[in-house]
């Protein structure tokens, strides 16, 4: 069974940074990019970053320039570090990827920017 769990999100000021992960269990990490999307209530979840087997990233314009995107094949574990982060960052955010034909989805992670 594919299990994705994310962690480090919270609150955090405007202007601030967080890193989130995720770690993969139940599937061979290393064969799958990897995608972070977010959503904030009464929206559909928009894609955030995405890495794919080679290294090679993409990023939503939003977040371009602030956010990075990263994986780490030896430990299953996908990164997400946000910096010079605004008040619109606020969401929760999901680690994501296809296996066997599905999308695969973590339990996503709240992230609150607030002063």
């Known amino acids: 069974q594919v299990r994705l769990v994310e962690s480090g999100g919270g609150l955090v000021q405007p202007g601030g940074p967080l890193r989130l992960s995720c770690i993969a269990s139940g599937i061979n990490f290393r064969l799958h990019t990897w995608n972070w999307y977010h959503q904030t209530p009464g929206k559909e979840r928009d894609l955030v970053a995405t890495i794919d087997t080679s290294g090679h990233k993409n990023y939503s314009d939003f977040v371009k320039g602030r956010f990075i995107v990263s994986r780490d094949n030896v430990r299953n574990t996908l990164y997400l570090q946000a910096n010079s982060l605004k008040p619109d960052d606020t969401a929760v955010y999901y680690c994501?990827?296809?296996?066997?034909?599905?999308?695969?989805w973590g339990r996503g992670i709240r992230v609150t920017v607030s002063s």
């Open positions: 994501q990827t296809k296996y066997r034909g599905r999308e695969i």
